[in-house]
């Protein structure tokens, strides 16, 4: 995997945390939904028994947040490996992307450079990006 490979896996985990956060909430909101129709005794259609039901979303819910702990690894890996860059500069410029999620030209304009100057930076930064073993292994983005 390359270092910008990595990065990117970094850069997309927040959002993919967001999307599993949100299934988690809809699983937990049709939990809750099946709960009530038991409690209440209004009919809630389908032929399944609510524990059944509960149990299997239980399992998703598992699996879900399975990953949002994988998504949270990358980012704690990828903030260490930024860390460990040595000039500041480049440092700067790879936490604003993969990290802060702006733009090129919202980081040119950020660090006061021009664009172009801003990913001939990245560039250079990526080179100092040292994978580290624990994201070498087959994450699936």
Known sequence: ??????????????????????????LRARLEAG??????????????????????????????NARIREMCEIKRLAMEAIERVDEMRYREVLELYYLDHYTWDKVAETMQLDR?????LHGKALMKIKVPKEAEKEIDP
């Open 1 to 26: 995997m390359t270092a910008k490979e990595f990065l990117r896996l970094a850069r997309d985990a927040d959002r993919r945390i967001d999307r599993a956060t949100e299934r988690v909430d809809r």
């Open 116 to 120: 172009r100057w801003v990913t001939r």
């Open 35 to 64: 709960r009530l129709n038991v409690l209440t005794g209004m009919p809630r259609g389908g032929g399944a028994d609510w524990t059944e039901t509960a149990d299997r979303l239980i399992e998703l819910e598992k699996i879900v």
